[in-house]
Structures are given as C-alpha cells and as structure tokens.
C-alpha cells in the first residue's frame, strides 16, 4: 500500500475470471472470433496487466484477465463495452 495526500492506495491487482460454454458447435467458430476480439480490445485498455482465453471441455470456455487496482473503472469500462457484432449473436452462450 502506498500512503498519498487523498488516502491510501492498493497496489493487488483486480482478476477477473468468466466460464461461458457454447451450446452448438456450429456456433464455436463466431465464439472464438468474438472472445479474441474482445481479448485484443482489454490488451490495449489502459491497466490492462494480462488476458487469455482457454478451452476446456464440452465447448466450454474460460476468459481470464488481470488489471492493475487503480485501474477498475478501465475494467468496467471493457467489460461493458462489447466488440462491433456481439449483440447479433443471440443465444450464443448459456
């Protein structure tokens, strides 16, 4: 921790981790092209420390990224901003 005129600020980062699974194959590829067009986005966000996108079984996806602490609200702001077509794809995951 580091101790400032305003108050006290912590240097842990913040970990974001998400589980999505797919329920159709067919709909694996335009997954794929959507989760590392948001990967690529978080990458060049400011605060960004590290992203990775893993398969795991049954079309099952984890989406792990890693932000400096005062750096939240760049999160937020990622987060909530999808990539140009995301909301076309209805029904994608469950």
């Known amino acids: 921790m580091i101790q400032l005129r305003r108050g006290i600020i912590e240097l842990m980062p913040f970990v974001s981790i998400t589980r999505l699974r797919v329920r159709f194959w067919r ?3 335009r997954f794929l092209i959507q989760s590392f067009r948001s ?3 978080a990458k060049c966000a400011t605060g ?3 992203v990775s996108v893993l398969r795991d079984t049954h079309r099952a996806f984890w989406i792990h990224t890693v932000w400096r602490n005062e750096a939240r609200h760049a999160l937020i702001y990622a987060l909530r901003r ?3 077509g995301y909301g076309a794809a209805p ?3 469950r």
């Open 39 to 41: 990967a690529r986005q």
């Open 82 to 84: 999808a990539p140009p």
């Open 48 to 50: 960004n420390l590290a």
């Open 91 to 93: 029904g994608l995951v």
């Open 27 to 29: 709909d694996v590829p």
